[in-house]
């Protein structure tokens, strides 16, 4: 299978599997209040809108000699730029939602930390196998996707033990702190990796 076909299956692996996410975390705040949770639905949502249209253009620009270089510059610089875009979105509006939250019953985040979980392994494949097609065959839309989930199965990871904690012990301070913290760490990588994706892009 040839490098961009491979990397083309890969982006559109990317939305299938991101697609759920924002569905099942948007329905369990329907029984849950953690910040985390809420939070995560934004993240996962703007996201999903970085990876679809990431995808789209990476059709668009891989296909030989349909489209002149400056103009697959131009493209490829707009994805980055969206997905850089969405990460500052969602980190933003994650740092706002940590301080605002009140310590109060969270509800049901079990559906939340299910797909925080699986996200923890599914995005660190993903991680991997962009960074691979990367190396073989160097692409800016492709690069740029390696670190939005290198960013992903970190935040899952912190995202993770946040939910856990909440849904172990529910009614205590620590996992009140835990749930505000987990957001917060979350947003501060989020808006640093958004910032130095728009940066390098509007740089470059």
Known sequence: MSNKKSGNNTLLMSVVMSSPGPLIVGLGLMAGKSSTQLADFVRRSSELLGIILAYVIYRI???????????????????????????????????????????????NVIPGLAVALLGVVANTLFFVKYTRLNRAEPNAIIEVQARLYRAKSLVDTCVSVALLSVAVAPESPVSYYLDMIGSAIVAVYLLWCGVKTVYERVKG
Do not use: Q, W, Y
Not at 83 to 100: K, P, R, S, Y
């Open 61 to 107: 620009t891989s296909k030989d000699g349909e489209i002149d270089a400056g103009k697959k510059a131009r493209l490829e610089k707009l994805s980055n730029i969206f997905v850089g875009l969405t990460m500052c979105i969602g980190g933003a509006i994650m740092l706002v939602l940590a301080f605002v939250s009140e310590n109060e019953e969270k509800g």
